[in-house]
């Protein structure tokens, strides 16, 4: 119930908050005779129509895996439970989205959108660990340990009925969980009926208002691009690039979630050993004396997808003028772009995990954070390879809902998974292992830098045309 859960909640927010925010269709349909009450229920019907194939997708075999093992009950409990999760996962995003729309407006409005975005996904992240944490498996038998927070996780109210149902365990925590995981989705449809949906349509059109932009000077890092582009055609992309990823907003809806999640996820992965330690001081002592830091390379794993993400917009009709440029070869749009996106948020992101590693470690793994990240552009010049080559800003979102496809995620998880084994051996075995390391991943960083991008026009993809 925790994974569908969560994989869910965060479909709903990153790939359907662009259509419960949407306010193109009122110009369009409210003028004709439909009113809004019609146009919400069309939008929710839609979602839920989607969210029931994406729930069956995750739990149709256990559903009739279920049925075999367990019988019609187990099947038609199972069914209503997922009923009722779809329903919470809309309602919550719905109602949550609400709250927001209620209390900001204007340019403002955007921004918090973003935000409470970011904030969430790292909120999910973090209760998805915790219902781990609830368990714990012994003599090949397992556990339930029930906390105080455990009847703040949804999912332990719709996984209570099956205890009640299909085990010999009754206590009255369970009919209590059992109660609450229909109650709150109940609850939550009435909220949104009678108080949220008539004022939430209403609400959208804050969207529409233009709040009045803050003007800033010359920037005092102006000299940098000059430094990372000294090509001029590659420095006018660097600096186009930039500037369009501070604009495009419905992009940093989908870049910022995994961009969080990509700083929080070599700490979720230190929670596995908060069960060997007796207290905070034994745990930071524990993971200080350790090579923990090499959980850093998870933050590659999603790191190194999210440059195909910089191919989307929604201006893309305006992809012609690549092609009416005086610019022979678009590797060099293709450069600038990544390197923008590197300048952006690659680097302040991971500086950000570094900056902790190193206030738990100490200075003594600046050497090992520079591998990482050298094998962090390694892993991303890889994942470019592979892909279509899109020019930046030059798809519709539509033409991809995800990030990158399974083989290429798959992909950077093994390529990440052998070179952390490659970092550990070679740290522990070789007296001068860690240079030896940063070289071989400096100098085939470089060779494939430099390979890269020599890419012809045919090779592009491109919406406009």
Request: hydrophobic share 55%; aromatic share 14%; charged share 10%.
């Amino acid at each position: 119930m925790g994974m569908i859960l969560f994989l869910l909640l965060t479909t709903m927010i990153s790939d359907f908050s662009s259509v419960l925010l949407d306010v193109q269709d009122r110009a369009i349909l409210l003028t004709r005779p439909v009113n809004v009450k019609t146009l919400n229920a069309a939008k929710l019907l839609y979602i839920l129509y989607y969210l029931a194939g994406i729930t069956l997708s995750l739990a149709g075999v256990s559903l009739i895996a279920g049925f075999f093992k367990y019988g019609v009950w187990f099947f038609l409990t199972m069914f209503l439970i997922l009923i009722l999760i779809c329903c919470f996962s809309l309602l919550f995003t719905a109602i949550f989205y609400f709250a927001i729309l209620h209390l900001f407006s204007g340019e403002k409005l955007r921004d918090i959108i973003n935000y409470f975005q970011v904030i969430l996904t790292v909120f999910m992240t973090v209760v998805y660990q915790l219902v781990g944490r609830m368990f714990n498996l012994i003599d090949l038998n397992v556990l339930i340990d029930l906390h105080w927070w455990s009847y703040l996780l949804p999912s332990s109210w719709f996984a209570a009925p099956f205890i009640i149902l299909f085990s010999d365990e009754h206590a009255a925590a369970y009919f209590l969980l059992s109660a609450i995981g229909i109650i709150i989705p109940a609850l939550a449809l009435i909220l949104y009926i009678k108080a949220a949906a008539p004022a939430f349509e209403q609400n959208l059109q804050k969207l529409t208002r233009s709040g009045c932009g803050r003007t800033k000077g010359l920037s005092r890092l102006h000299k940098i691009p000059a430094l990372l582009c000294p090509n001029h055609d590659e420095r006018v992309f660097f600096e186009f690039t930039r500037s369009m990823l501070k604009s495009e907003r419905k992009l940093k809806l989908r870049l910022f979630p995994s961009l969080a999640l990509g700083v929080i996820m070599p700490f979720i992965m230190l929670l596995s050993l908060v069960h060997i330690a007796t207290s905070i001081s034994d745990f930071l002592q524990t993971v200080s004396q350790g090579k923990y830091y090499l959980y850093a390379y998870f933050s590659i794993v999603i790191y190194s997808t999210l440059f195909s993400v910089v191919g989307k917009s929604e201006s893309y009709r305006g992809a012609w003028i690549y092609k009416v440029m005086p610019v022979d070869n678009p590797g060099l749009v293709l450069r600038g772009g990544m390197k923008a996106f590197l300048y952006k948020y690659i680097v302040p992101f991971y500086l950000l995990t570094c900056v902790i590693f190193i206030m738990l470690w100490g200075v003594r793994i600046i050497p090992d954070l520079l591998i990482i990240f050298m094998n962090l552009i390694l892993v991303m010049l890889f994942v470019f390879l592979l892909s279509k080559k899109e020019l930046p800003f030059s798809q519709n979102f539509r033409a991809d809902q995800g990030t990158g496809s399974l083989g290429v995620v798959l992909l950077s998880f093994l390529l990440c998974g052998s070179m952390a084994a490659a970092h550990y051996l070679l740290a522990t075995r070789l007296n001068y292992g860690l240079a030896l390391n940063l070289g071989i991943s400096t100098v085939l960083t470089v060779f494939l830098w430099c390979k890269s991008f020599h890419i012809s026009w045919d090779q592009i993809v491109c919406d406009a045309g």
